[in-house]
C-alpha cells in the first residue's frame, strides 16, 4: 500500500508560480509511476503530468509543457510539481497519484491517490 498526501495548494495571482508536494510512504515507490492529475468542477479528471520513480523519466501533458514540471527528491520520497506561469485555468483540485502498470495519462491506471489540494489562480 502507498499513501500520497498533497500540499502546497493556495491562491496565486495570474503569472505567479506554486510548487506543490507529494510525500509518499509505504510501499516502495521504485516499482512506481508517479502522476499529477488535476480536477475542476464540472470537468473530468485531467492528466497532468507522470514520471517513472526508478528511472526519473517524465512526461507532461501539451497545456502544460513550458509552465509545469515534475521532479522527484528519493531522500524525501517526494514528488513535486513546479507550476509557472500560472493561469485562471489552472484552477483546480490536484491529485497525486501511484500507478503499478506503468506510465499513464488514463487516470483509471492509477490505483493510489492522495486527497487533493486546492490551487486557486485569480485574474
Known amino acids: 500500500q502507498v499513501q500520497l498526501v498533497e500540499s502546497g495548494g493556495g491562491l496565486v495571482q495570474a503569472g505567479g508560480s506554486l510548487r506543490l508536494s507529494c510525500a509518499a510512504s509505504g510501499r516502495t515507490l521504485r516499482d512506481y509511476f508517479m502522476g499529477w492529475f488535476r480536477q475542476a468542477p464540472g470537468k473530468e479528471r485531467e492528466f497532468v503530468a507522470v514520471l517513472s520513480w526508478n528511472v526519473g523519466s517524465t512526461y507532461h501533458a501539451d497545456s502544460v509543457k513550458g509552465r509545469f514540471t515534475i521532479s522527484r527528491d528519493s531522500a524525501k520520497s517526494t514528488v513535486y510539481l513546479q507550476m509557472n506561469s500560472l493561469k485562471p485555468e489552472d484552477t483546480a483540485v490536484y491529485y497525486c497519484?501511484?500507478?503499478?502498470?506503468?506510465?499513464?495519462?488514463?487516470?483509471?491506471?492509477?490505483?493510489?491517490w492522495g486527497q487533493g489540494t486546492q490551487v486557486t489562480v485569480s485574474s
Open positions: 497519484a501511484a500507478s503499478a502498470y506503468g506510465s499513464s495519462r488514463d487516470a483509471s491506471r492509477y490505483d493510489h
